[in-house]
């Protein structure tokens, strides 16, 4: 019994296995083998910050010549220069590394509260009624939808009800920054420590009354900065990251604590 | 008798006792109005007035050039203040024109009776109520001229006039109902000749038996008009489930009255555009219902459009101790408001709720649980448990092929969902996400 079964499964197997390799070699689709090299050196985050449906498109695009090889925000310039000696091309200049940065300190126990919301927990659902919770009408919502969307779990929701973003493993993606209904995280240059973290252009005695740390716009910090790195813009101080030297005096100064 | 219902909807309490009996009382007019220059769904007008300015009772403040939007009046006389912001009843600020009232309601010389309102076109009565500022008072605030301009191709066969108040609370207009029965039916009158229509249906949930007596006494045997009872259910004034009961006819999917060859108009605006014809007097004042276990004496009150909500409020004794939450209109589909300050009544306005701890559930969101009781209250028969776990998850795409655009925002899901989900504010979430996603794509095109 056995031995007729062994026989035509051998039969089949030979059979199926050779009509499979003429197919594979009649039937092949010519792909640029270079796709697969770049996009073995991508970063591999799936997250979207280069503006192609993931990764494999990048790839493809980046091979077609309609992507920038400096595409891939995750990856850096140490992937942008892979990629182009891989495809014979001259690297790109190389670029800051840079990295997502929250520019509110409102956490619950500074920022005063308007109402209580009880609906949906969701920044953007937070929104809807009334403008938020919180009685600042720029300050960080709380409810965590940059936490729910980076793709590397850089972002996590603190003790004070204010995401902490950790700047060694974000990918400067940008996908917290477009999602944050206020707009309140930049991608900026990593080699920045310090930043205003307000972005409230309201006066002074406005933004008092409804934050203990927000920005009132005093100009000490502009005034004080030696290498002359901080102006202002609509009420609130803004440090330029490609001149700071981080000496730290602009924190030291702050009467409001609004620059960490 | 049996009477013809809708598919789904809930039983809300109706908590309407405490307002119900009593007559409205003219509330006073205040120091200084308050006049949003953005009322109703449409374009916001321009201010047509400047800081320092004397304005006189009626006349127009505020006015725009589009086709979808109503002008605003100065509700007192007195000295333009300061056109500044203010926070609206439909959530965000808005501009409005600050007018300090001299307190001698000194009527401006457009305001007068029009002695031959009888006799007017179609075309005259619809620009009166243009000019007059009306928009639907039931709520939503549509300018009542769009809707009475129906494209010329859908033949109008009905006019239904919307007197079922459904919402729990709310008894304004069930005492307008009550007191100005005549110019209710005025109001019905002019809208049917607009429209050149033989018959209209006032529709009234049978919990308001007196209303439905008076309006039947006072329409008698006069043909064409019909004073229909309906059940009491929620939504039963929503425009398109008044529809079905009333005519049997089903408004489509992303269709609107007109294309079922029906116009409802809510009861306050037909009183207004009888007002507004007959007398001339633009839309200047309405009727709010002030209730709620946490304000000390609930009334029904004659206000000024402009009128602040804090200066109702110690009209009727102040709140009680124990407020918890304040909600402009109904508890199903009002809007609650971050606090009373600087919070004018608008036209759509038509009730002012305070809630006490004891009527505020505040509980915590859980998982659904696929009971589908959300799916079998939904009167326009969408499925707010899908649509809402998309929304959650992100996947608008995926609410919008759950049909989340026909969604009227009624609260029904929310109100049943033993898992105490939001489930209405997700599917607004939706809509909000998909209308600016569709608005970008026409954009482009």
């Known amino acids: ?260 | 008798m049996s009477l013809r219902t809708f598919k789904g909807g809930v039983h809300p309490g109706h908590y309407k006792s405490a307002t119900e009996k009593k007559a409205v009382v003219v509330a006073k007019p205040p120091a200084v109005a308050v006049i949003p220059l953005s009322q109703h769904i449409g374009a916001p007008c321009d201010p047509l007035v400047a800081a320092g300015d004397a304005v006189k009772m009626g006349q127009k403040i505020g006015d725009s050039k589009s086709f979808v939007s109503v002008p605003v009046h100065a509700s007192v006389s007195g000295k333009v203040v300061k056109i500044g912001k203010c926070n609206s009843p439909l959530g965000g600020s808005v501009d409005a024109v600050f007018i300090e009232n001299d307190f001698q309601d000194t009527w401006h010389e457009s305001v007068k009776p029009n002695p031959d309102w009888e006799k007017m076109s179609a075309d005259e009565l619809r620009k009166i109520i243009r000019e007059a500022g009306i928009a639907g008072m039931g709520g939503a605030a549509f300018p009542t001229h769009v809707k009475l301009s129906p494209p010329p191709e859908r033949k109008i066969d009905y006019v239904l006039i919307n007197g079922a108040e459904c919402e729990p609370y709310l008894t304004a207009d069930h005492r307008a109902m009550l007191e100005r029965t005549e110019d209710l039916l005025r109001g019905v009158r002019l809208v049917m000749k607009i429209l050149g229509v033989k018959k209209a249906v006032i529709g009234i949930e049978d919990n308001k038996p007196d209303a439905i007596e008076a309006v039947k006494k006072a329409a008698g045997a006069e043909s064409g008009i019909e004073v229909r009872a309906l059940h009491t259910k929620y939504p039963q004034g929503a425009e398109k489930q008044l529809i079905k009961v009333i005519t049997g006819r089903e408004v489509p999917s992303g269709g609107l009255p007109a294309d079922v060859g029906c116009i409802v108009q809510n009861v306050g605006t037909c009183i207004a555009i009888a007002d507004a014809v007959q007398k001339g007097v633009p839309l200047l004042e309405r009727i709010v219902t002030i209730t709620g276990s946490a304000i000390k004496e609930p009334q029904n009150m004659l206000v000024r459009i402009g009128t602040p909500v804090t200066d109702l409020i110690e009209q009727c004794g102040g709140f009680t101790s124990n407020l918890r939450k304040l909600i402009l209109g109904g508890p199903m589909m009002g809007i609650a408001q971050p606090g009373a300050n600087n919070l004018p009544v608008i036209k759509g306005t038509s009730g002012i709720l305070c809630l006490a701890d004891s009527e505020v559930a505040e509980d915590e969101i859980r998982p659904c649980i696929r009971c589908a009781q959300c799916v079998e209250v939904c009167p326009v028969s969408i499925m707010p448990l899908f649509i809402s776990s998309a929304v959650e998850q992100g996947l608008y795409d995926r609410a919008e092929k759950f049909n989340a655009m026909d969604c009227i925002e009624c609260g029904s899901c929310s109100y049943i969902c033993p898992a105490k989900r939001p489930l209405a504010q997700w599917i607004k979430m939706a809509k909000d996400e998909i209308a600016a996603k569709r608005r970008a794509a026409a954009e482009k095109s």
């Not at chain 1, 030979?14 to 499979?20: C, E, I, M, S, W």
């Not at chain 1, 309609?66 to 790109?92: N, W």
């Not at chain 1, 190389?94 to 929250?102: H, K, N, V």
Request: hydrophobic share 40%; charged share 20%.
């Open chain 1, 1 to 260: 019994m056995i031995v007729p079964a062994v026989i035509s499964l051998a039969v089949l197997g030979l059979l199926f296995g050779g009509l499979l390799a003429f197919a594979s070699q009649k039937f092949a689709v010519d792909t640029d083998p270079r796709v697969e090299q770049i996009r073995e050196l991508l970063a591999g985050a799936n997250c979207g910050a280069c503006g192609y449906a993931g990764c494999d498109q990048f790839a493809e695009e980046v091979v077609a010549g309609r992507a920038p090889l400096t595409g891939c925000t995750p990856g850096g310039a140490k992937v942008a220069a892979e990629i182009a000696a891989l495809l014979g091309l001259e690297a790109p200049e190389e670029t800051a590394r840079m990295t997502a940065q929250l520019k509110c300190v409102g956490d619950c126990n500074v920022a005063k509260k308007r109402h209580d919301y009880l609906g949906v927990q969701d920044c953007k659902a937070a929104l809807m009624y009334g403008g938020g919770p919180k009685a600042c009408a720029y300050g960080c919502l709380g409810y965590g939808n940059c936490v729910r969307v980076c793709p590397v779990e850089a972002i996590t929701m603190g003790e004070n009800g204010l995401p902490v973003i950790d700047t060694d493993s974000c990918i400067a993606c940008g996908l917290c920054s477009r999602e944050c209904p206020r707009g309140l995280i930049d991608i900026v240059n990593a080699r920045g420590v310090h930043h205003v973290r307000c972005k409230s252009q309201e006066k002074g005695k406005q933004v008092r009354a409804v934050c203990d740390r927000g920005c009132i716009a005093c100009r000490l910090c502009v005034k004080n900065c030696p290498v002359e790195a901080i102006h202002m813009d609509n009420n609130v101080a803004v440090i330029d990251s490609s001149i700071c030297t981080n000496c730290g005096t602009c924190v030291e100064v702050c009467p409001q604590k609004a620059i960490v």
